[in-house]
């Protein structure tokens, strides 16, 4: 699978919903065709962008299906309890519905020693900031720099409310 490097403002432009919840399943099997697929469904929903209802399902290609498997390298990876920030294009439709694939899943993992809920990217590295259009991470493990869920969500209405990509030239 080939993946284009996607911007901050290109996620946000591209994504056709952006929530934060909370991985209640996950179920491989074959689509209506017959193709191998999984299913991940979330729940507990923040919805930013688009419509969605009490809760989402993604479909991604590959899975199991009967005897076979089909692993599609890069491809995320959800596991029930996980909370994430995403941003969902092509549900549905696309062999991944996260624009940028691992590039619109952000994990959201709670600091015990903050007592607050923080951004890390999909690789663990905590989300920083912001710098011109791409996001700051720290290196893996290093915590306290780390964007809070609140200060992450900012980010986004932020860009939503002056765009720096408009959305129908977004590459």
Known sequence: MTVVNRSFPELVARAEQIVVGTVTDVREGPDDRGAPC???????????????????????????????????????????????VLFVAGNGRDICPLVGVWQGRFQVRHDDALGVDVVEDHDGRPVTGRSGPNLSRAARGERGAALTLDEFLSLVRDEMARPSVPADTAP
């Open 38 to 84: 999984t299913w991940v469904t979330f729940a507990d929903l923040v919805v930013l962008k688009g419509e969605v209802g009490s809760t989402l399902t993604l479909r991604l290609f590959g899975g199991a299906s009967g005897p076979n498997a089909v692993r599609i390298p890069d491809m995320p990876a959800f596991t029930p309890g996980q909370r994430l």
